[in-house]
């Protein structure tokens, strides 16, 4: 039996130079260790990411405490447990926890542990980690969302929008994907440079220049996808994230413009769009409370298009449940930070496919060298992964992890399906019994 012998934490930094959690489990002198990402456009409703509020030292960022319960606490609870048994550990590591959104001992320390504990146990069996999650055989590649300009909290520009994403829909294989997504930012960087803007680039690696309207920069990309000999809406295709929870106030929204205007004058700009640069995915369009506004958006745009729930479910079981009662969304971001372990996240995941929700893996603005992700990706059969652009070494790692599976699978190799239209069964074809009332 492989049973773990000693834990040991430590911090670290991440991108945006703060620190964080990484996390060794060791079964005798075999070890693997995971870091834990963090996020600035962070929903209410996410796990709770501790820090040392009060060390000044850090700034009220250091994550020594929680590095200090792992090192003391958890290391003596997990002794001897199975390495093998994921679900057993996580579950006492929610235990010592014991609040609903992990506030005592932390959601970065416990996915930490959470995730070294798997990528310990795949190194054990000798199988890749993609290889020891959900799906056994006909492993397929997800599609890339690749953000190619930053905006909202991600940069210091004047874009309303958080995020504008290319996803290469016509791609064969995932390394013709980011060829594709290489030559369109190549070129939309050389249109930058030409409008006397910096090419310099923000937290998630995307360009970040100081244009300050939404369909200024749809524009630009919509240009650099023609000049790369590609058609938008065909060979590509454009993907938002709103984050709109930083442009809400009294349920009217400032996401067009910096002006506050109600749900239905928000609905009809977003349609605008849609059909203007055949968007085909839009992340956080509402509010994360704001289930009636998902519940019309989704209703016009009949599932033709990816409206995507991240704030609003925050990768958490009982979040998903009300928003499928509520027909809000038709997709899920999955950040494992947002619930802290792995147990969780893959829950998550089996009940939004059993609701023909599309799963889309996502890092988070403040990550690290872990390409974790990237194996998640392939490991839980989700069609997309979202992992910035092609730009800052702590998302190209992901990419490069991606690219090697990719080559160890050989022949077998396959990309997912991109379908956009949408099956989902209605809340009425599934037993609700055990699921909560909207709220």
Known sequence: ??????????????????????????????????????????GTYEAFEKRDINNKKYLGKSVLKPVEFINKVISKKLKNFNIHQQEKIDNLLIRLDGTKQKKKVGANAILSVSIAVKKLSSK??????????????????????MNIINGGAHANN???????????????????????????????????KKMGHSTSVGDEGGFAPMINDNESALKLIVKAINLSGFKNGKDIVICLDVAANELIKNKHYSIHSKKYVNVDKTISKYLKLIRKYKIKSIEDPFGENDWSAWTKLLTQTKDKVQIVGDDLFVTNLERLKIGFLNVSANSILIKLNQIGT?????EVIKFAKLIGYKTIISH???????????????GTDSNQIKTGSLSRSERVSKYNQLLRIEHNLGKKSKMHNICLLYTSPSPRDLSTSRMPSSA
């Open 158 to 192: 004047g874009l309303r929008i958080q995020e504008f994403m290319i996803r290469p829909d016509k791609a064969k294989s995932f390394s013709e994907g980011v060829r594709i997504c290489f030559i369109v930012i190549n070129k939309l960087r050389d249109l930058i």
């Open 342 to 346: 792995v147990t969780e996240t893959l």
């Open 364 to 378: 988070r603005s403040g990550d690290s060298e872990d390409t974790f992700i990237a194996d998640f990706a392939v």
């Open 1 to 42: 039996m492989s049973k773990i012998s000693k834990i040991i934490a430590r911090q670290v930094f991440d991108s945006r130079g703060n620190p964080t959690i990484e996390t060794e489990v060791f079964v005798k002198d075999i070890s693997a260790s995971a870091i834990c990402p963090s996020g600035a456009s962070t």
């Open 124 to 145: 054990i069996k000798k199988i890749p980690i993609y290889k020891n999650l959900l799906v056994n055989k006909n492993f397929k590649l997800p599609y890339p969302m």
